[in-house]
Each structure stands twice: as structure tokens, then as C-alpha cells.
């Protein structure tokens, strides 16, 4: 069944682990996503960014994920990701999304804290959790766009914000970024450190697609509870597709090809539930 991401992040946090948070592009992608954690036995969350849901609509999206979810026992978390307005935040609200991402990092600190609080305000009366972010996440990516410059988040402001505003986890800028990576980043797990001395709630990391696998365990290490990877599904499920057509010229049936993207995006999501440390975990 669709769950919350409010069950699963504290089990995480509590556990020393971090659940993956997939981003889905279609049907292929939420099969491949679904067949991955219930092999591994892994909770796990789908999600899906703003240009996503232009491209076909929330209750498209929704309509996937809820039916993965009706064919399993393990929590499946149906997530908008970096959702970037307190309008879009509602309507996913509204149409059944059990877990809410208001990203207003790029407002100022005082009008991030705004927004942040309003969606909060306006969903845990439904029990619906919600994400926020402080600092930014650099590259670039579909509407995503942290700049060229990558502030990080400030601990005592992430006390501060996480006080005022009352959501249930939080996005923090320590050196990812969106896309894919010119070289191997670097990551200032030292900030991340004081941020979880000071901050009770599970930690998010963004852009993770093209980080070192072990760069991300000491993340988790050191209070990350919930891991997103999007750009590397991507590629898996393209190079599924194209080695399928290179192999099998003159393949006008969409159901193969798609079928050799799946398998790619499956492989792909079993290695960084691993990662993660949430095999196992779904009870």
C-alpha cells in the first residue's frame, strides 16, 4: 500500500540507514523501481519533478505508483520532488501524492521559511509529511537550476528553520549537484555533521546520481536518511533501450525495448538500495 515518508525516514533514522527516493518517468521506470525493493525487501519512495508531471499529469504519475503499490507488501512512498510552488504542492495534495517536497531555496531564508511553513500547515491535517530545502543543490537539471555557485546550508539556520516551519525532513546543500558531474565532487561532510547535531528530523541528499557509493555511506553516516537519485535512471533506462535496438534493428515494437530499459533501471536500483543500507528493512 501507498504509505508516508514520516514512518519510514524515522525507522531510517533510527536505524542508521537511508531509504532510496527514485525519481520515475514512466511505467517501465515504477515496474523496474517496485522489482528492485521487493527483491531486496527495501521500503522505498518514487517521486516525481515539476517538468515530469507537465509532461503527463499527476494523477498519471499517481495512477503508476498506486498500482505497484497494491501489488506489494513493502511501504511505497508516492513523493513530489522539489516541488516549487505552495500551488503545485496542493494540487499533488490533492490528487493523493503521500509525500510533499516545497523547495523554496531560492527564495531569501525569511520567504523560504514562508512558503515552507504554509505547505505544512496545509498538509499535516491530512497526516501527509513534508520536505523542504535550505541551502542549494547546484548543476542543473530539467526546471532545476542551482546555479554555478553552490552555498551550503548553514546549521544554525537549519535549526532555526526546522523549528519555525515544523516540516518533517530537510533538504541540505553540502556539495551535490543536479545532473550529471564534470568531475568527482566534493563533499563537506563536516557541515553535514553540525547540521545533524542541531536538526532532530531526517536529512535528504540531493543529486547523488554520479556520487562515489562511498561518499554517500558517509553521508548516511552521518545523518542521511533519504537518498534521491534521478539523472543515473535516466541513463540506465536509455542505454537499456539502445542497446536492445543495436542488437535488434528494425524493432518497431515498444514493449521490447522498453522491456531492456526496465532491466537496466532495475540492476541500477538494487546496487544503490544496497547503498543505502535499507535491504531487509521493509518490515
Same mark, same amino acid.
Given at each position: 500500500?501507498?504509505?508516508?515518508?514520516?514512518?519510514?525516514?524515522?525507522?531510517?533514522?533510527?536505524?542508521?540507514?537511508?531509504?532510496?527516493?527514485?525519481?520515475?518517468?514512466?511505467?517501465?521506470?515504477?515496474? *523496474?523501481?517496485?522489482?528492485?525493493?521487493?527483491?531486496?525487501?527495501?521500503?522505498?519512495?518514487?517521486?516525481?519533478?515539476?517538468?515530469?508531471?507537465?509532461? *503527463?499529469?499527476?494523477?498519471?504519475?499517481?495512477?503508476?505508483?498506486?498500482?505497484?503499490?497494491?501489488?506489494?507488501?513493502?511501504?511505497?512512498?508516492?513523493?513530489?520532488?522539489?516541488?516549487?510552488?505552495?500551488?503545485?504542492?496542493?494540487?499533488?495534495?490533492?490528487?493523493?501524492?503521500?509525500?510533499?517536497?516545497?523547495?523554496?531555496?531560492?527564495?531569501?531564508?525569511?520567504?523560504?521559511?514562508?512558503?515552507?511553513?504554509?505547505?505544512?500547515?496545509?498538509?499535516?491535517?491530512?497526516?501527509?509529511?513534508?520536505?523542504? $530545502?535550505?541551502?542549494?543543490?547546484?548543476?542543473?537539471?530539467?526546471?532545476?537550476?542551482?546555479?554555478?555557485?553552490?552555498?551550503?546550508?548553514?546549521?544554525?539556520? *537549519?535549526?532555526?528553520?526546522?523549528?519555525?516551519?515544523?516540516?518533517?525532513?530537510?533538504?541540505?546543500?553540502?556539495?551535490?549537484?543536479?545532473?550529471?558531474?564534470?568531475?568527482?565532487?566534493?563533499?563537506?561532510?563536516?557541515?553535514?555533521?553540525?547540521?545533524?547535531?542541531?536538526?532532530?528530523?531526517?536529512?535528504?541528499?540531493?543529486?547523488?546520481?554520479?556520487?562515489?557509493? $562511498?561518499?554517500?555511506?558517509?553521508?548516511?553516516?552521518?545523518?542521511?536518511?533519504?537518498?534521491?537519485?534521478?539523472?543515473?535512471?535516466?541513463?540506465?533506462?536509455? $542505454?537499456?533501450?539502445?542497446?536492445?535496438?543495436?542488437?535488434?534493428?528494425?524493432?518497431?515494437?515498444?514493449?521490447?525495448?522498453?522491456?531492456?530499459?526496465?532491466?537496466?533501471?532495475?540492476?541500477?536500483?538494487?546496487?544503490?538500495?544496497?547503498?543505502?543500507?535499507?535491504?531487509?528493512?521493509?518490515?
Amino acid at each position: 500500500m501507498l504509505t508516508t515518508t514520516k514512518e519510514i525516514l524515522r525507522k531510517a533514522q533510527e536505524g542508521h540507514y537511508a531509504v532510496g527516493a527514485f525519481n520515475v518517468e514512466n511505467m517501465e521506470m515504477v515496474q *523496474a523501481v517496485l522489482e528492485a525493493a521487493e527483491e531486496l525487501r527495501s521500503p522505498v519512495i518514487m517521486q516525481t519533478t515539476p517538468s515530469t508531471v507537465r509532461y *503527463a499529469g499527476l494523477d498519471y504519475y499517481l495512477a503508476n505508483v498506486r498500482t505497484a503499490a497494491e501489488k506489494t507488501d513493502i511501504p511505497v512512498v508516492m513523493h513530489l520532488d522539489h516541488g516549487n510552488s505552495f500551488e503545485l504542492a496542493m494540487q499533488a495534495l490533492r490528487t493523493g501524492y503521500t509525500s510533499i517536497m516545497i523547495d523554496g531555496s531560492h527564495e531569501s531564508f525569511e520567504d523560504n521559511m514562508k512558503v515552507s511553513k504554509s505547505v505544512v500547515e496545509a498538509c499535516h491535517p491530512s497526516g501527509i509529511p513534508v520536505e523542504a $530545502e535550505l541551502g542549494k543543490v547546484g548543476g542543473k537539471e530539467d526546471d532545476l537550476d542551482g546555479g554555478d555557485n553552490n552555498p551550503y546550508t548553514d546549521p544554525e539556520e *537549519a535549526k532555526e528553520f526546522v523549528k519555525k516551519t515544523g516540516v518533517d525532513s530537510l533538504a541540505v546543500g553540502i556539495g551535490t549537484a543536479h545532473g550529471i558531474y564534470k568531475g568527482e565532487p566534493k563533499l563537506q561532510f563536516d557541515i553535514l555533521s553540525e547540521i545533524s547535531k542541531v536538526v532532530d528530523i531526517p536529512l535528504v541528499l540531493h543529486g547523488t546520481s554520479g556520487v562515489p557509493d $562511498e561518499a554517500v555511506k558517509e553521508c548516511i553516516r552521518r545523518g542521511i536518511c533519504k537518498v534521491n537519485y534521478a539523472t543515473d535512471l535516466r541513463i540506465a533506462f536509455t $542505454e537499456g533501450l539502445e542497446n536492445y535496438l543495436k542488437k535488434h534493428p528494425g524493432t518497431i515494437d515498444p514493449k521490447k525495448y522498453n522491456a531492456a530499459g526496465r532491466a537496466k533501471v532495475k540492476e541500477y536500483v538494487m546496487e544503490k538500495i544496497k547503498v543505502c543500507g535499507s535491504e531487509g528493512k521493509a518490515s
